[in-house]
């Protein structure tokens, strides 16, 4: 997507050495200190830029006033206020502030929920809504005890200035605060000059920043591929020095920030860069090896092509499950074992893929904690696969019937797409179904098979909303029309 913030930071060479300093230097975090910015976080006043109130949610605005009247600094920070500086619509709203947790609690009352146990935080409920309001965050190093031997955060429940929390935060785009008090943009990291010149750059020294939290690293491709952004050299450089240190993850994070990975509507192009910087095989081994072979001298495309489609549901507002992503990432090793099974222990097809994919599984979900929910349609949708080869008799009639037809017979389109097998025979299974009146085009039900109440998972987060459009939030009436266009 092309975009160009040129006009909001129009004469930012003018602000980076005449605008008001705020305060002194500050030491920065020892973490952050190697590289820290040698210069002095920059105010860029209202008419200097491009955020306007009425692009930021009612809820957020009124918890960044509550606290503002409270008497405690609020700001709205994160994505937030890089997305809005690029004119895009924010997928959240963050707020910080250098009021506490319990003193968060007092100010929004009922609203207010505290929640985290990595660091304390409060939800507060406005509406509809549910803004984060984190307190500042301290220096990294305020106790070395918290890292662990090869200097991960472990925990770290500091509390500091708006400065500290600022250098915390992974890339200068991100380090950028919008003040309720006086509506300015605070820039601590020379976020704007990055903004203008589609630059991801961490704050401080990029070994140190991935070694504290490798996840920085995936976090950097999402935001490549998101913002259309360059990662900075050094920065590239580090990624592809420490990318196995993603290994020691928790394998509950890494499920979080793939679903943000492969989720976000541009999928594909994030795995390509992922692969780029060997991340995917620290993530997914398995299908990376067999990603680096041909298959009668073809490259293997199924993923690529099941990322694909996976983006162009989402980006037709179409729901999107994590047990098809999964199955469709680990499909290429589970058949590849199912294979090898069948040949050696002369087992039939089904068991093989049985055996197979069960064992798969295991091995993903040690990495990337996939939830049983999940895992279990993956293995079903896995497990049909052969049985589209039985076209005889009443065999076709059963699979039709069968629960997980739907996911199964959508995993064999892709299949098909990828020349794993003949388009002819996912033809005739969509014949079938205009035959029996059924439309191939229905949603597929992937709510695990558990017994009485299937849906009870699926409803709360079995399919992950779409991402919201880049848009802006709100638009004059005279905009409605380029609305309705773009969608
Ligand atoms: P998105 O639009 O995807 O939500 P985001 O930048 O808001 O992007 P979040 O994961 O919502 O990303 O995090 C909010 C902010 O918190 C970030 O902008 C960044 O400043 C900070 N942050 C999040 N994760 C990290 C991290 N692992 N290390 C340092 N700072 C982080
Ligand atoms: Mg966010």
């Known amino acids: 997507m092309a975009f160009t913030i040129k006009p909001l930071v129009r004469g930012l060479g003018t602000l980076l050495s005449k605008s008001g300093r705020k305060g002194g230097r500050k030491p920065a975090a020892a973490s952050a200190a190697a590289a820290a910015p040698s210069f002095s976080p920059v105010i860029i006043p209202r008419p200097q830029h491009n955020i306007s109130r009425a692009n930021i949610s009612q809820g957020a605005l009124r918890a960044l006033r509550q606290l503002r009247d409270a008497g405690y600094d609020a700001y709205l920070v994160g994505g937030g206020v890089r997305d ?26 009922r609203n207010c929920r505290l929640i985290g146990r990595r660091f304390l935080l409060a939800h507060v409920r406005m509406g509809r809504e549910i803004i984060e309001v984190a307190t500042f965050r301290g220096r990294a190093d305020a106790d070395l005890e918290r890292q662990s031997h090869n200097g991960m955060l472990l925990r770290d ?13 992974d890339f200068t785009v991100n380090a950028l605060y919008y003040n309720i008090a006086d509506f300015s943009v605070v820039d601590f990291g020379q976020g704007m000059a990055d903004l203008q010149q589609g630059l991801l750059r961490l704050l401080g020294d990029p070994r140190l920043r991935f070694r ?3 996840v920085r690293m995936l976090r950097a491709v999402r935001f490549a591929a998101k913002l259309g952004f ?22 509950a994070r890494l499920y979080d920030e793939c679903l943000k990975l492969f989720h976000g ?11 780029h910087y060997h991340l995917f095989e620290v993530l997914f081994p398995d299908t990376d090896r067999c990603l680096a072979d041909e298959e009668e001298h073809f490259p293997i495309t199924f993923v690529s092509h099941g990322l694909t489609s996976t983006d162009s549901r989402i980006n037709a507002g179409k729901p999107v499950t994590p047990a098809f992503l999964f199955a469709v990432l680990l499909w290429e090793p589970v058949r590849r074992l199912a294979a090898k099974h069948a040949a050696r222990d002369q087992e039939g097809d089904i068991p093989a893929l049985q055996r197979a994919g069960a064992e798969m599984v295991a091995r993903l979900v040690s990495r990337v904690a996939v939830p049983r929910r999940f895992t279990l349609v993956m293995r079903e949708i896995w497990q049909l696969q052969p049985r589209f080869d039985m076209r005889r008799g009443k065999r076709p009639q059963r699979l039709l019937s069968h629960p997980r037809f739907r996911a199964a017979y959508d995993f064999l389109l892709l299949r098909a797409q990828a020349g794993e097998v003949e388009q002819e025979l996912a033809d005739w299974w969509t014949r079938l179904q ?26 709360q ?3 992950t909303k779409p991402p919201p459009k880049r848009r802006r939030r709100r638009r004059s009436p005279a905009n409605k029309s380029a609305k309705g266009d773009e969608s």
């Open 212 to 214: 504290e939290d490798p």
């Open 461 to 463: 987060d079995a399919a």
């Open 230 to 251: 360059r990662i900075d050299p050094q920065v590239e450089a580090q990624m592809v020095e420490q990318a196995s240190l993603l290994i020691d993850v928790p394998s």
């Open 157 to 169: 429940n500091v509390y500091g200035s708006v400065e500290e929390d600022a250098l915390r935060r």
């Open 265 to 275: 509507g541009l999928a594909l192009e994030t795995f390509e860069k992922l692969r």
């Open 84 to 109: 809005l500086l690029l004119g895009r619509e924010p997928k959240d709203f963050d707020v910080a502030t250098n009021a506490h947790p319990e003193q968060v609690k007092q100010v929004f009352g």
């Open 434 to 459: 205009q035959q029996e009146g059924i439309n191939p085009q229905a949603e597929a039900d992937y709510s695990p098979d558990l017994g009485p109440d299937p849906f009870s998972d699926f409803n």
